[in-house]
């Protein structure tokens, strides 16, 4: 199975999460773009959805999915997103999107979060993959430093040339080289830094379930 059939297996798997008659958390990445495809398959069901994005409020809305502000709404009883890594512990690593302050907003007022993924994405230990962190551009500079002194190197991410700004209108920086053998406590660590909106490591909001695509079908790891 290619990488896109395992992400839209996952996709469709998560709707068994999804309680009809509740309003339901939505992600932001490719994968979660299959499960909102199939969602639409319920759309009758349930209320709408609180999304963690622009791109993902855009792609409900298109396919006839209400689309309700956080603050409408107490609590959520599901939210499903994708991730960049996960750990065996349901930690992961998200924000390749751009849109990780948004889904960990969701995420902490979603009873569970559901991880869809690709089996790609199973790491035995965070880290490989370059680590988000959303920054108030003002502080950019300080905060590469201290990456520096964890030995992490951080990048400010670019499109088209220009630093990427986010949904929330603040820059992303990539860190590569940094061990994150404690996810709850590095996650701790660097939210406190002034300067910094999110970080991307989702030990605190970690996975209830994780959903992974395999070539032998889905497995489901709590
Ligand atoms: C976006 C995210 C995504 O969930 C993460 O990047 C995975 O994306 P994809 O499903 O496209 O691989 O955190 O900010």
């Known amino acids: 199975m ?6 839209a297996l996952v ?11 509740d309003i339901v958390g939505v992600g932001t990445g490719s994968t979660v773009n299959k499960f909102i495809d199939a969602l639409a398959t319920m759309k009758d ?4 959805a609180v999304s963690s994005s622009v791109a993902s409020t855009a792609r409900l809305k298109a396919l006839g999915i209400p689309v ?11 939210y499903i997103d994708g991730a960049d890594e996960i750990d ?3 930690h992961m690593i ?26 790609s994405k199973m790491v ?3 880290g490989a993959f370059p680590l988000p962190v959303e920054v108030i551009p003002m502080a950019t500079a300080r905060l590469i430093r201290q990456f520096a002194a964890l030995g992490g190197k951080a990048h400010l991410r670019l499109k088209d040339g220009a630093p990427l700004v986010t949904d929330n209108g603040q820059h ?5 080289g940094l061990q994150i053998t404690d996810p709850l406590a590095f996650e701790s660590e660097v939210n406190q830094w002034p300067g910094v909106v999110t970080v991307g490591v989702f030990a605190h909001q970690k996975a209830s379930v994780c959903l992974l695509g395999t070539s032998s079908g889905v497995k489901t790891l709590t």
């Open 94 to 119: 998200k924000g390749g999107g751009a849109a990780l302050t948004r889904e960990k907003i969701v995420a902490a007022q979603s009873r569970r979060f559901i991880c869809i993924a690709d089996e």
């Open 11 to 21: 996709g469709q798997a998560a709707l068994q999460y999804v309680t009809p008659g």
């Open 2 to 7: 290619t990488q896109d059939e395992l992400k």
């Open 68 to 78: 309700f502000e956080a603050n409408e709404v107490a609590e959520l009883s599901v």
């Open 124 to 126: 035995k230990a965070l």
């Open 172 to 176: 992303i920086l990539d860190v590569t």
């Open 45 to 48: 069901q349930i209320p709408g």
């Open 88 to 90: 065996a512990q349901g």
